[in-house]
């Protein structure tokens, strides 16, 4: 059997979910201006994105094994739209052009997405952990005295 990355019904809704994601990006990037020399269009789809990341592969993985339509969604939601929706590309290219901005513009731009977007991550990790009422993952160890940790 061919690796999932190989296989054309893969590849397809990843670049479906890429377009789609693209387009939004865009979208959204034409309707927010920029904050001073801050480009908030790219902060803002990166927090949203990781966020939303966050949330879909939780509530995946809390669902069952990475198969069928969770796997379809994954790859179409997470990998396609999500993947085209985030830019860590142009966060990049304007995290250079900030330095000629100033130190400070600089460091309160790079630092302050990389720390809201892992912070938007958990949020959606614990969001969908919270609408699963907390359970343990399926096909994860029950918490028990006997499992140190908790089995994790």
Do not use: Q
């Not at 190989?6 to 904050?35: E, H, K």
């Amino acid at each position: 059997m061919r690796p999932v990355h190989l296989r054309w019904r893969y590849i397809v809704l990843v670049f479906l979910g890429g377009s789609i994601g693209t387009a939004a990006r865009y979208l959204l990037s034409t309707l927010i201006p920029s904050w001073h020399a801050i480009p908030l269009p790219t902060i803002v789809v990166n927090v949203v994105g990781a966020f939303a990341l966050g949330l879909l592969l939780e509530s995946l993985l809390r669902r069952g094994p990475d198969e069928g339509a969770r796997r379809d969604l994954r790859l179409m939601a997470g990998t396609g739209f999500l993947g085209g929706f985030t830019t860590y590309s142009t966060f990049a290219v304007e995290s250079d052009a900030l330095i000629g901005a100033g130190l400070g513009t600089f460091l309160l731009y790079a630092a302050g997405t990389l720390i809201v977007g892992a912070a938007a991550s958990a949020a959606g990790i614990v969001a969908a952990a919270l609408v699963h009422g907390w359970r343990p993952r399926r096909g994860a160890p029950a918490r028990t005295k006997a499992t140190p940790g908790g089995g994790r």
